[in-house]
Nanobody, 127 residues
Framework: QVQLQESGGGSVQAGGSLRLSCAAS???????????LAWFRQVPGKEREGIAAIDTDGSARSTDSLKGRFTISRDNAKYILYLEMNNLKPEDTGVYYC??????????????????WGHGAEVTVSS
């Protein structure tokens, strides 16, 4: 059973930066390397949306509206997924989740593709 735990959330002023981490457990390294990993967020009043996903070979795809500000990366040796967030805006306020699933994903930025989820990290951006 894969378990995910986010950290690094908090409060920041507009224009600031945060780096979220997502630590995985309950999985061995070979299996972890085979996983597609992703970040999602849920902002108040909106559905959960995909931010970015990173594949087993390190290739990444991101939601167009967040490209240039948010960057996904992974450190397989540490079993950690990262999300670097820069130039944060008040509308980025929400709960940020990491997720993963085994197997090929047709649409890696859709939440329905994922089986395992973290509990979320809160991010608050003040103006």
């Amino acid at each position: 059973q894969v378990q995910l735990q986010e950290s690094g959330g908090g409060s920041v002023q507009a224009g600031g930066s945060l780096r979220l981490s997502c630590a995985a457990s309950g999985i061995d390294l070979r299996d972890y390397r085979s996983l597609c990993l992703a970040w999602f967020r849920q902002v108040p009043g909106k559905e959960r949306e995909g931010i970015a996903a990173i594949d087993t070979d390190g290739s990444a795809r991101s939601t167009d509206s967040l490209k240039g500000r948010f960057t996904i990366s992974r450190d397989n040796a540490k079993y950690i997924l990262y999300l670097e967030m820069n130039n944060l805006k008040p509308e980025d306020t929400g709960v940020y989740y990491c997720a993963t699933s085994r197997g090929f994903l047709d649409s890696p930025l859709l939440p329905g593709e994922y089986t395992y989820w973290g509990h979320g990290a809160e991010v608050t951006v003040s103006s």
